[in-house]
């Protein structure tokens, strides 16, 4: 059976990555990974994360991944006991040295797809060094997985849904050189997400269109692939993995939850596409879609957000009534019924539903002003200062 893996900033995309469905969930710590500029897990926080992976028998994977000067060495052979203590299940690195760190310290390690391994002879070595898994450059086609997968012993990761870079495997310069940040060490500002206009010395504006829509033309669509999970499957590949350790909580549960349903189709015998699957993750930040290379070269530009849904902080949890399934609600906005919220909380993770019914005093009502509690009914358990959205369509 394929893995599902999926990413996790914080505790409540934790949460939400497992109640959704994935079978494990990759995460960063402060000062190592790849995503510097977002909410990162601590070292303290890391034995509560594996406490909650493992026991819900998920896995939980470190990213480790970023370029690692000396200094960098030093600090992660610092925190390499903690990490061995607390169980994690594996490092995701791209640099040797922090291989050899992991090796020593018995610490299963996957090859991250900064390392842009790209041939069956690559991973050959690598399982010579010890690597249990790798994360298969994005430039590949499918038949090429095909064929690295046919010639290896090691596990094969691949990316299935997310934003794709313009540059190879994530190796750019662009923010280095214009802000002082490196994409190479988990700093990257996204200067090719905006839209560019060229201005020669007398004034001269030109803006740089790749066609009358679409001027984004460093920013490629986001990697949508659900449509081909049997191609995928039959391919040979072990994980299935979902980028995104920048998005929220809410991002997560949709993802990983259409990614569930659709891999629980094929493996269930009943392979059946369903176009539910597409309009769910539409409602959630994208860029577009697009199939990367994984069967023809991408050539799709983007805008920055084509997401058919925004969401509103509305409110927050008072209480939870167990045995009624409700949840008090303190509104700062309006509500009602066959509205679709989401409920986002540390341990509750991201739980987005409709409002079938709401009561105020024990009477059923429709609809409901801001500033005033309303009881909900909830299809899961929420917990008492959870936030509350509204799921509203965008404009």
């Known amino acids: 059976m394929v893995e599902l893996l999926s990413p996790a900033r914080d505790f409540p995309a934790l949460n939400a990555a497992i109640s959704n469905g ?7 710590i402060e000062g190592c990974n790849m995503r510097a500029n977002v909410k990162n897990f601590t070292i303290h926080d890391l034995k509560e994360a594996v406490e909650i992976c493992h026991n819900a028998d998920k896995k939980i994977y470190l990213c480790t991944n970023t370029i690692m000067k000396n200094k960098d060495i030093y600090s992660l052979k610092k925190i390499i006991p903690t990490i061995y203590h607390y169980e994690v299940d594996a490092l995701i690195i791209s640099d040797l040295g922090a291989l050899n760190i992991a090796r020593e310290n018995d610490i299963e390690a996957h090859m991250s797809i900064q390392a842009n391994v790209s041939n069956f002879e690559s991973l050959n070595l690598l399982e010579e060094l010890g690597v249990k898994r790798v994360v298969l450059s994005r430039e590949l086609s499918l038949e090429e997985i095909r064929e690295i997968k046919e010639n290896t012993n090691l596990e094969i990761e691949t990316f299935i849904h997310g934003a794709m870079c313009v540059a190879v495997s994530g190796r750019c310069f662009l923010s280095s050189h214009l802000y002082g940040k490196s994409a190479n060490c ?3 500002l996204q200067p090719c997400r905006k839209e560019w206009k060229l201005t020669s010395e007398d004034g001269d504006e030109f803006k740089l269109l790749q066609n009358e829509n679409e001027s984004h033309i460093l920013s490629p669509k986001d990697l949508c692939t659900i449509e081909h999970i049997p191609e995928l499957i039959e391919a040979g590949i072990d994980a299935f993995k979902i980028e995104g350790r920048a998005r929220p909580a809410d991002y997560v549960a949709t993802v990983t939850k259409a990614y569930r349903e659709a891999i629980t189709s094929y493996e269930s015998g009943s392979w059946k596409f369903d176009e539910n699957w597409i309009e769910e993750l539409k409602k959630v930040f994208n ?7 994984y069967f023809k070269t991408p050539y799709k530009t983007s805008q920055y957000n084509e997401s058919t849904h925004v969401k509103k902080d509305i409110g927050s949890v008072v209480n939870y009534y167990k045995n009624v399934s409700a949840a008090e609600i303190r509104l700062w906005d309006d509500l009602k019924v066959g509205d679709e919220i989401i409920i986002e909380g540390k341990t509750t993770g991201s739980l987005i539903q409709k409002v079938e019914s ?32 509204k799921r509203i369509k965008r404009q």
């Open 287 to 293: 860029r577009g879609f697009d199939t990367g290379f």
């Open 22 to 28: 994935a079978d494990s969930v990759y995460v960063g």
């Open 358 to 389: 709401m009561q105020i005093d024990g009477k059923d009502i429709t609809e409901v002003q801001k500033g005033q509690n309303v009881g909900i009914k909830i299809d899961d358990k929420v917990r008492p200062n959870d936030l509350v959205y």
């Open 186 to 188: 988990g700093e990257c």
